[in-house]
């Protein structure tokens, strides 16, 4: 089992930048390929990023493509991500996620699952 920790949400205006942290603790890190998500208030949870578990590939979701960049750092067991050219539409509750399944679909699982963290972009 693992147990995961976000930080570094916060407020920021538009045009800003943030980088989340999840911290994971339990099983062997490189064990699991990481993925971010997100919900907004009155929305579902949405997909935002997957690493896997080398960091070699990555996967994006279209609205933050170009602006996001998730990383893994497997000595320190931490999985980042990093926002930049912050939006108003992007303000959500940010989660980070672990799976054992190798590869990346749409419709991979994840087993694990943080409490969150905040992200709110001023206009």
């Known amino acids: 089992q693992v147990q995961l920790v976000e930080s570094g949400g916060g407020l920021v205006q538009a045009g800003g930048s943030l980088r989340l942290s999840c911290a994971a603790s339990?099983?062997?890190?490189?064990?699991?390929?990481m993925g971010w998500f997100r919900q907004a208030p009155g929305k579902e949870r949405e997909f935002v990023a997957h690493?896997?578990?080398?960091?070699?590939?990555?996967y994006y979701a279209d609205s933050v493509k170009g602006r996001f960049t998730i990383s893994r750092d497997n000595a320190r067991n931490t999985v980042y991500l990093q926002m930049n050219s912050l939006k108003p539409e992007d303000t959500a509750v940010y989660y980070c996620a672990a799976t054992t399944v190798s590869g990346w679909t749409k419709t991979t699982p994840y087993d694990y699952w943080g409490q969150g963290t905040q992200v709110t972009v001023s206009s």
């Open positions: 339990g099983r062997t890190f490189s064990s699991y390929a």
């Open positions: 690493i896997s578990r080398s960091g070699i590939s990555t």
